[in-house]
């Protein structure tokens, strides 16, 4: 499944509309975006009390870049994957209530994909539902996870169970906070990248091997190029299949082993982005045992995730563990699990008749232990 996407060259700025049955808003992406965030609130015609939630890092890194956006006291939650739970999220719900914020109030998030996922499960429950700004600063959070509305926490049996579809009023992409970005949560973000080029894009997936160097330097109109074909890829599949009933789960590429793998190590040991990378080489190896995919096609995919840096290791993750991950997994319908195999680079296949014994030599073929 190949959604419709236009190619741009050299870019320095995009606006990217996405058109939900929920609510239609802009993605704005460009570098030094956060300078006019005062005005782009304005323009998009949110509520004026304006709470902020972000993390202890983000803020001190990039905090005064917001200075004088509110009064209010910023909400700092957390960081990291283990601690997206609905205890983190009450502390949201506690600074909301003690401000007496009311539905004329909104919640603007600014940090990576965890604060985005948890600012957003407040904002769809707060008071049955609070305006909400995605201001993402990492290189996932601004390809992905702040575009779509999905938003939630996780449980101890599985990844993002506990959730809800909430879809912002407006995300608000400034590449020039990537440059404080550690290298491997950058290389986690281009995994996610990778996927779109995987799933939808031949000219995606090639960009990013081709201007490797380029990206890795963060130069602005290299950044915004892959991240506005990520954007506007999202953005597609979105507007036509929102609450995930049928296009939309191609995004699930390669999030299937991913989450699995979040699970069994208690989100401590993976960034998500590199989770991803190990569950496209798992659909990989599926697509290529049904013989839907060319070897060269997954030797390729394997190649440039090796190129953009190594993986943490998973020799010690056993297959079994990774198996019983699975079946909490919330893509698991009526028993049966969707799957997304890739057929080519650019296109994809959704199934649900992997069987158990499919999936463990995949699983052990990749590299986890039997």
């Known amino acids: 499944m190949r959604p419709s996407t236009h190619h741009r060259q050299a870019i320095d700025r995009a606006h990217i509309a996405v058109d939900t049955p929920s609510r239609p808003y802009p993605v704005?992406?460009?570098?030094?975006?956060?300078?006019?965030?005062?005005?782009?609130?304005?323009?998009?015609?949110?509520?004026?009390?304006?709470f902020i939630v972000s993390n202890p890092l983000v803020w001190?890194?990039?905090?005064?870049?917001l200075a004088g956006l509110t009064p209010d006291d910023v909400i700092l939650l957390p960081d990291g994957e283990r601690f997206k739970q609905l205890p983190a999220v009450s502390r949201v719900y506690d600074a909301l209530i003690r401000a007496n914020a009311d539905r004329a109030s909104t919640l603007l998030a600014f940090g990576g994909g965890v604060v985005g996922d948890m600012a957003g499960f407040a904002a769809a429950s707060y008071l049955r539902g609070l305006p909400l700004v995605h201001v993402p600063t990492t290189l996932l959070a601004q390809v992905d996870s702040a575009i779509g509305g999905k938003v939630g926490v996780n449980h101890p049996?599985?990844?993002?169970?506990?959730g809800a579809f909430h879809q912002p009023h407006l995300v608000v992409v400034d590449t020039a906070v990537l440059s404080t970005l550690p290298r491997r949560e950058f290389r986690a973000g281009l995994y996610e990248v990778i996927k779109y080029g995987m799933t939808s894009s031949p000219d995606l997936f090639e960009r990013v091997a081709r201007e490797r160097s380029a990206i890795f330097a963060r130069q602005p109109e290299a950044l915004v190029a892959i991240i506005s074909e990520s954007c506007r890829i999202k953005a597609a599949i979105v507007s036509a299949d929102e609450r995930e009933s049928g296009l939309r789960r191609i995004l699930n590429?390669?999030?299937?082993?991913?989450?699995?793998?979040?699970?069994v190590t208690k989100y401590r040991r993976f960034r998500h982005g590199e989770a991803v990378a190990y569950g496209m080489l798992v659909a990989a190896e599926l697509a290529v045992r049904r013989e839907v995919l060319a070897g060269s096609a997954r030797q390729a995919l394997a190649d440039l995730i090796a190129a953009l840096g190594p993986l943490p290791p998973i020799a010690d993750v056993m297959v079994a563990?990774?198996?019983e991950a699975m079946t909490h997994d919330k893509k698991v319908e009526g028993g049966r699990l969707h799957f997304v195999l890739p057929t080519s680079v650019g296109a994809t296949a959704i199934v649900s008749d992997v069987s158990q014994k499919e999936m463990r030599q995949a699983l052990k073929n990749v590299?986890?232990?039997r």
């Open 60 to 65: 001190r890194l990039h905090g005064s870049k």
């Open 321 to 323: 563990q990774m198996m």
């Open 28 to 50: 704005l992406i460009g570098n030094g975006l956060l300078a006019d965030l005062p005005r782009l609130l304005d323009e998009a015609t949110v509520p004026a009390r304006r």
């Open 367 to 369: 590299g986890f232990r």
């Open 253 to 263: 590429f390669g999030h299937t082993a991913g989450h699995a793998l979040e699970t």
């Open 157 to 162: 049996l599985g990844k993002n169970l506990i």
